[in-house]
């Protein structure tokens, strides 16, 4: 666990930093910079679609890279062309997916017109924002096989905000007009892509050379089915987190559609560590299984579950007592996604409890069982989208997500306590969820700043209701021990500083 918890602290170090970064200007000030919500709600769709078509561009290949990379991984054969291979069927599903809406663009004009003139104009910035997307998730999945996770996640979480942060400013000052904006904020996706191809050649593992392609027959073949179902998951896993941003595009308009854009991206706070730890643990995992280590990944899904529970349970915690205060510095329009920041926090929450079932389900030979899954959950949130939306509005759509999540969850955790005999649980991820419970009560109990009060002192209650927290927080989990991880972690920085 020594990698993983120095390389989960390092990328969680540069997530969180370029969280700070991102809810300053996506959770904060776009939706007081652009009148209305159409532009924000434009930039949460285009996101949005580009990240289903990278994952359909990217044919399962990086799915199947994690678990069948130990057997291409040979530095003086330049790893049997496996980046070559991979950029190359990137390509062929990028180009498919460059048909495809091209194809779909009549269909878009009729019937978004109306409610999402925005989207229809900008249409095909789709195209560029998919391929830098989909060929960073290549490059990132590489250097993560090599095992370096920390470079793809300091330049997606925190350099390519900064960037998204300066194309806001030269709007703000006036020197872009809304289109030209449109073209900067296109650059803090490619920039990032072409550092992450810098990166990988200073690693001196850039190989492009076909002469040392080597994939056997019965690893090829294996390959193909294995990206075949990992297609079909990853696809499926795109496709629920966005087709709730779609669904209420389609029957509400682009206006609400930012409005939820806008509320998930706080839910999105509380996942950071499980996204870290995800880029870490899973070719660990794989070579675990490799060599048939059922210990050390019965080891990293028990410490998984724990450590995500509760940096989760903390980032939850503070998101939701302090929303009374954040929604002061939005527009009034922004305050319908009050409730959808709580229900998305709460799958999030789920998500992460739930460690990293799918992970070694998708690495051990059960990997077909978790792409029926994933099939699975895209079927049951559509059918909640579609009794929920009409019914509830935007939060029907969150309320959807979390109940999908859960279900979701629930299946992978059994499946893997059957087929592995491995039970992640004990009273500690119970005694944590009690301690938040009881954290966030306490914390609701002190008054909030009137709602004409000054915006200073909304800053000041954010900052010491969120240190508040973190200090009883913390300080029972130390005080109670309830993660070995964590206290050890601490040790070390009072050893390393203190003495």
Known sequence: MGIIKRQTIQSSIYAYAGV????????????NLFEGTQVVGLLTLLISLAQVLSQAANLGLNGAGGKYFPFFRNTDR????????????????????????????????????????????????????????VY?????????????????????????????????????????????????????????????????????ALFFSRKFVSVNA????????????TFTSALSTQIV???????????????????????SYFATVIAIPATTLYKVSGTLIAESWKTNDLDNIASIYRKSCLNQLIAGCLVFVGVAANLPSVFRFLPPDYEAGYYVILWLGLGKLIDMATGVNGIIMNTSRYYTYDSLFFVALVFITIGANLYLIPRFGINGAAMGAALATMLFNLARTLFVGFAFRMQPFTWRNLAVILLGLAVWWIAIQIPYPDADAPKWRFILDIGWRSTMISALFGGAVIGLKLSTDINQTVEGLRKRFLN
């Open 241 to 263: 987190w966005t087709i709730d941003k779609f669904m209420i595009n389609s029957r509400q308009g682009l206006g609400d559609t930012g409005i939820y854009g806008t509320a």
């Open 78 to 133: 330049q790893h049997n062309g496996y980046l070559l291979i991979a950029c190359l069927t990137t390509l062929i599903g990028f180009s498919l997916c460059v048909l495809m809406l091209w194809l779909a663009r009549p269909w878009i004009v009729k019937w978004y017109s109306a409610d999402s003139a925005l989207f229809v104009e900008y249409y095909y910035l789709l195209i560029p924002l998919t391929f830098f997307t």
């Open 218 to 229: 019965n690893l090829r073949r294996n390959m193909m089915r294995y990206a075949g179902l």
């Open 20 to 31: 700070a970064v991102g809810f300053l200007t996506q959770g904060l000030w776009f939706p």
């Open 136 to 204: 960073f998730t290549v490059f990132d999945n590489y250097a993560r096989l090599l095992y370096d996770p920390v470079t793809g996640t300091l330049l997606q979480q925190f350099v390519q905000r900064v960037l998204v942060l300066l194309a806001g400013g030269l709007y703000w000052l006036g020197w872009v007009t809304l289109p030209q904006f449109l073209g900067v904020w296109l650059l803090a996706f490619f920039i990032p892509l072409v550092v992450m191809i810098i990166s990988v050649a200073q690693d001196e």
